[in-house]
């Protein structure tokens, strides 16, 4: 039975969290679940998501489906709510300095996603009109579900900050609603991957970009750059914003060909083969390394076909080989080098000037 004690933490953890592990440990789906507690797809959303309470006829089937007893639940529950309640209250009373410190806010101006703000009373005001939440307190309850959710490629040498993260994710989000898509088709994803690969050979983001875009907006997947703020070191996320439409978004971080392409397909791998469910933030333990090595390998195959795999075994630190080769396989001589460099072909020093090189511009 859970005992209260003076630990308060700065979060929650839905009930959810608790049937999550349940489920994964049992590798029980989350349908098989569903059907076992009579309820509807949306309603067991609901309830991992803490958006519906517990009440007692939940907890009975929770304890007849997952074991434990109804108290253990209801107890559980109990403790959520609280916990939510008491972040709100000290919300209120502690100000929103502290939040505010945790959020870029000097380059969310800069980037032209908040407009310039005299004092920080309308700062506060202007942060949670941006995140769309009423206080800090629901601020932490949203985004601790979508940090959750998200799925990023990210460097292992740093450590992300949450809100710079949280705000990159927002940004995202608010793009990707406003570009118009078609229903989501896995299937026409997919062969349109095919037709995306060429533009992989394109130097010019003022041309490719756009028509990565409209690719896969015809698919239902809104594609979105966006620029990482100081903290936030993801590369790309995945996630649906609706039932219809899935969010791609990039932050083109490292400013190159190889890195950029092959975060796309990795993403668009997240998208194909592991459909709508959570993906893998670093650090959440909510999916296995299973499928991030899928969405690696998914790439990896999209690029370099597998027929070519021997070839490339083969080239070495030839720049001209690694040329022609790039040429007869459709992709980008940077795209080569770079695989080359992750199978540890030849060095992470050699050929990188077949890479091609960004810079961000201001408007």
Not at 24 to 31: D, G
Not at 154 to 181: H, I, K, Y
């Amino acid at each position: 039975m859970l005992e209260k004690n003076d630990f308060h933490p700065d979060w929650t953890s839905p009930p959810g969290d608790t049937i999550s592990d349940i489920l994964q440990e049992r590798n029980l789906s989350l349908l098989e679940f569903a059907q076992r507690m009579g309820l509807t797809p949306k309603d067991t959303d609901e309830l991992l998501h803490g958006r519906a309470a517990i009440a007692n006829e939940i907890a009975e089937r929770l304890g007849a489906v997952l074991g434990a007893s109804a108290a253990f639940w209801m107890t559980r529950e109990s403790q959520y709510r609280e916990d939510v309640v008491r972040l709100q209250h000290e919300t209120q009373h502690t100000g929103n300095g502290e939040w505010l410190s945790e959020l870029p806010v000097k380059e969310m101006i800069e980037f032209g996603w908040l407009e310039p703000i005299r004092n920080s009373a309308n700062e506060a005001k202007a942060c949670l009109r941006f995140f769309g939440v009423p206080n800090v307190g629901a601020w932490r309850e949203r985004y601790r579900d979508v940090l959750e959710m998200a799925a990023f490629r990210t460097s292992r040498s740093f450590n992300s900050r949450p809100g710079a993260v949280a705000a990159w994710l927002r940004q995202g989000e608010l793009s990707g609603a406003s570009l118009d898509c078609n229903s989501w088709e896995s299937n026409r994803f997919q062969e349109m991957l095919l037709n995306i690969r060429p533009l992989t050979r394109e130097k010019d983001p003022s041309f490719f970009i756009p028509e990565l875009v409209k690719h896969c907006a015809e698919c239902g997947v809104a594609v979105v750059i966006v620029r990482a703020p100081t903290g936030c070191r993801a590369s790309g996320a995945t996630r649906f914003i609706s039932q219809d439409k899935a969010l791609l978004l990039l932050s083109f971080r490292h400013l190159s060909d190889d890195h950029f392409w092959f975060t796309f397909f990795h993403e668009a791998g997240h998208l194909l083969l592991h459909g709508k469910k959570a993906l893998f933030l670093e650090g959440a333990n909510i999916a296995s390394n299973k499928e991030e090595e899928e969405a690696n390998e998914f790439a990896a195959r999209i690029l370099i076909p597998p027929k070519f795999q021997t070839t490339l075994f083969k080239l070495g630190a030839n720049g001209r080989e690694v040329i022609k080769f790039a040429r007869l396989v459709g992709v980008s001589p940077g795209i080569v080098v770079g695989q080359l460099q992750h199978l540890r072909l030849i060095k992470r020093d050699q050929l990188n000037n077949l890479k091609r090189r960004f810079t961000w511009v201001s408007d």
